[in-house]
Nanobody
């Protein structure tokens, strides 16, 4: 059973930065695209960013967030800059099969952007 452990969330003021990290227990981590998702209160989970041989971002975070990975450590990070209140959500990572998240969701990490 693949497991994901997300960390790095917290409370930050608008305009601030956070760096999230996700450790995955995938046996062959390097072959999979990895994605970050988020779920705000009362809303459906939405895709944020994905990394394979290329990186792609949701329009709402483009230019502010950067996804990266370390295949040796089996981790995927999300650097979040210029944070806005609308970025408040629980953030999750997952591996991708095609364009679909394929693993069981972890606990996520809470990000709260508020003054």
């Amino acid at each position: 059973q693949v497991q994901f452990v997300e960390s790095g969330g917290g409370l930050v003021q608008p305009g601030g930065s956070l760096r999230l990290s996700c450790a995955a227990s995938l046996s062959i981590f390097s072959i999979y695209a990895m994605g970050w998702y988020r779920q705000a209160p009362g809303k459906q989970r939405e895709w944020v960013a994905v990394i394979s041989s290329v990186t792609k971002y949701a329009d709402s975070v483009k230019g502010r967030f950067t996804i990266s990975r370390d295949n040796a450590k089996k981790t995927v990070d999300l650097q979040m800059n210029s944070l806005k209140p609308e970025d408040t959500a629980v953030y999750y990572c997952n591996y991708m099969e095609g364009s679909v998240p394929a693993g069981r969701w972890g606990q996520g990490t809470q990000v709260t952007v508020s003054s």
